[in-house]
């Protein structure tokens, strides 16, 4: 079955606002024919295709009016092909930077758990920062089969699931370059809160569509993707954490540090230009020098109140 077969309508996925009244941000341009094994696999080449995307009157979240049914979803990612060993190493260091002002106010380090894991390099990260216990989610085979032989045990195959994970057990969840992807996030984002015990935290980053490289590129942007189900801004974020009883204590943009080639693979220009820069800057191994650029990502930081259990559904 291809994952295109059938699709479902949506309301808004953060704040559950009908469709119906929402502004178009863009009208939808899907060629099944360039679906490839790299459509649904992390930092691939843009193919510019989207599903038709409005966004939200009430929390400005922009999503797709129809998108494949979850399981169609899991069945793309856990078939994804995998591609991104350098960047994702790239990508983990990043994040703990961006993190560390953060972490510095968790007084406990004991259990941390990152949704969308991919080949576990960050579960690394968290080891060094102190956590005793890490484990990832990852539902794509080629990336778990891809993860270094000390990172693999702590790689758990599969799309997350609640249940599988003890409520009010984390210290710190991560769920990076994920949200995007997923048929519910607000569904997710509630999980984790129940998941995090009290004064416990969960991290996102996220693409931010209103930052002013993604409005300048437009279609052309690597955000406008098949694969993102729908788009956030600070706002949208910040409704997020509020409907699902996580206080918002850090929302920041963060610049991604990649070699060189890395950009000129996301970047705009047209295929053949782009492929003769490419062979330019692998001849020259210029494509190996390294560049931070904010390209619109923001990192957003939640903490679970102390008494969120006295007040707060299934808390
Ligand atoms: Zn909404």
Redesign the pocket.
Known sequence: MHVLDRLEARA?P????SADDARSFLEDSIDPAELTGFSYASRKTPEYMSFRLVT?V??R?VFAVTAPPAEALTQAYREAAYDSSEEARLAADTYVAALAAPLASLTMRQRALEIGAGTGVFLSRLTGAGFADVVGVEPSRAAIEAAEPLIRPMLREGVFVEGDFEPGSFDLICCFQTMEHVSAPRALAESCRRLLRPGGLLSLVTHDYRAPINRLLGRRSPIIDVAHLQLYCRSSLTELLRLVGLELIDIRSIKNTYPLDYWVRLSPLPRPLKARLQAALSVTGAGAWKLGVGVGNLMTVGRKPADVGLRAPGG
């Open positions: 808004c953060v704040c559950g606002r939200c009430s929390c979240t």
